[in-house]
């Protein structure tokens, strides 16, 4: 039987270019991640850009990736990262590009590339935009707070779901140098091996969950069985589990380490949140009711 692990990881980091890249993943490495996923911009050479892949040791994977900004239809900036993505798409080539087109790009460079919504703002796009990049290919949204809090990028996220757009959520340091480390969260992914294929398999099945810095909790079962007809949770340190369907309702809200939720048909979706004693949460995926 094929045994699998958490394992911890940051899918949006920038390479500090001031130092050497092994020093920069030395850093990282000490700071606790099993993996990241280096994300490259605004290169116009190839060259100049070190391969991911030959900096990885045995204790930390690094994954190339690269983030790239389109505009919405607000004519501002929004960004997506993709992974894996070898050589980014230099700024002299996406400067005009909208969303769809951006995505589309990326996708041809690269068929398959897992797409993230950076840092998704209701100031920078709209919920049409949010909609296009769904439907190109967009099925990650990460949590990270800027203008807003947390909660707010939370909402938003659950107002995505509650439009019939399918995205797990993501959080990340969004590190462009060694400061910013450990800051703002990271995922772990339930997977068999701390491989490249693995973590991919495990990020692409949504068997991962998004964990605020700091949350001191750690998870043993976050999914949901539509076989069984059920979401189960158990996350070692929790003091409350919550369910939340549709328009962000709260489902049921357990206290304790362990909760199962029994899905009725009529939720829309189901997903899940634990909190440690200080408040701070580790998010599971959704489960998309049937209909």
Same mark, same amino acid.
């Given at each position: 039987?094929?045994?699998?692990?958490?394992?911890?990881?940051?899918?949006?980091?920038?390479?500090?270019?001031?130092?050497?890249?092994?020093?920069?993943?030395?850093?990282?490495?000490? +700071?606790?991640?099993?993996?990241?996923?280096?994300?490259?911009?605004?290169?116009?050479?190839?060259?100049?850009?070190?391969?991911?892949?030959?900096?990885?040791?045995?204790? @930390?994977?690094?994954?190339?990736? #690269?983030?790239?900004?389109?505009?919405?239809?607000?004519? @501002?900036?929004?960004?997506?990262?993709?992974? %894996?993505?070898?050589? %980014?798409?230099?700024?002299?080539?996406?400067?005009?590009?909208?969303?769809?087109?951006?995505?589309?790009?990326?996708?041809?460079?690269? %068929? !398959?590339?897992?797409?993230?919504?950076?840092?998704?703002?209701? !100031?920078?796009?709209?919920? &049409?935009?949010?909609r296009i990049a769904h439907d190109f290919g967009?099925?990650?949204?990460?949590?990270? #707070?800027?203008? &807003?809090?947390?909660?707010?990028?939370?909402?938003?996220?659950?107002?995505?779901?509650?439009?019939?757009?399918?995205?797990?959520?993501?959080?990340?340091?969004?590190?462009?140098?060694?400061?910013?480390?450990?800051?703002?969260?990271?995922?772990?992914?339930? +997977?068999?091996?701390?491989?490249?294929?693995?973590?991919?398999?495990?990020?692409?099945?949504?068997?991962?969950?998004?964990?605020?810095? !700091?949350?001191?909790?750690?998870?043993?079962?976050?999914? +949901?069985?539509?076989?069984?007809?059920?979401?189960?949770?158990?996350?070692? =340190?929790?003091?409350?589990?919550?369910?939340?369907?549709?328009?962000?309702?709260?489902?049921?809200?357990?206290? !304790?380490?362990? +909760?199962?939720?029994?899905?009725? =048909?009529?939720?829309?979706?189901?997903?899940?949140?634990?909190?440690?004693?200080? =408040?701070?949460?580790?998010? #599971?995926? %959704?489960?998309?009711?049937?209909?």
């Amino acid at each position: 039987m094929t045994r699998y692990a958490w394992f911890e990881g940051d899918i949006h980091n920038h390479e500090d270019g001031s130092v050497p890249i092994e020093e920069h993943i030395e850093k990282v490495r000490q +700071a606790g991640y099993d993996f990241i996923c280096l994300q490259y911009k605004d290169m116009e050479d190839p060259r100049r850009i070190p391969d991911p892949n030959g900096v990885s040791r045995e204790d @930390l994977l690094v994954i190339p990736g #690269a983030e790239q900004a389109f505009k919405s239809s607000r004519g @501002l900036w929004v960004h997506f990262g993709f992974l %894996p993505f070898d050589i %980014p798409m230099p700024d002299t080539i996406t400067d005009y590009f909208n969303i769809e087109q951006g995505l589309k790009e990326a996708e041809r460079r690269h %068929p !398959g590339c897992l797409k993230i919504l950076h840092h998704p703002s209701s !100031g920078r796009s709209t919920m &049409e935009d949010n909609r296009i990049a769904h439907d190109f290919g967009v099925r990650y949204f990460e949590l990270n #707070a800027r203008r &807003e809090r947390i909660q707010e990028m939370v909402d938003l996220w659950d107002s995505c779901l509650s439009s019939d757009m399918f995205l797990m959520a993501t959080l990340s340091t969004d590190a462009h140098g060694l400061a910013g480390i450990r800051r703002c969260g990271y995922v772990l992914a339930h +997977a068999s091996s701390l491989e490249r294929d693995s973590i991919l398999g495990a990020l692409q099945s949504g068997d991962f969950v998004a964990v605020e810095e !700091g949350c001191k909790v750690r998870p043993e079962i976050a999914g +949901a069985s539509g076989r069984k007809g059920s979401y189960e949770v158990a996350v070692e =340190g929790a003091v409350e589990i919550a369910f939340i369907g549709s328009d962000g309702k709260v489902l049921d809200r357990t206290k !304790g380490s362990r +909760a199962r939720y029994r899905i009725r =048909g009529n939720e829309g979706y189901v997903r899940a949140e634990a909190k440690d004693g200080e =408040g701070l949460r580790l998010f #599971a995926q %959704p489960y998309v009711v049937p209909r």
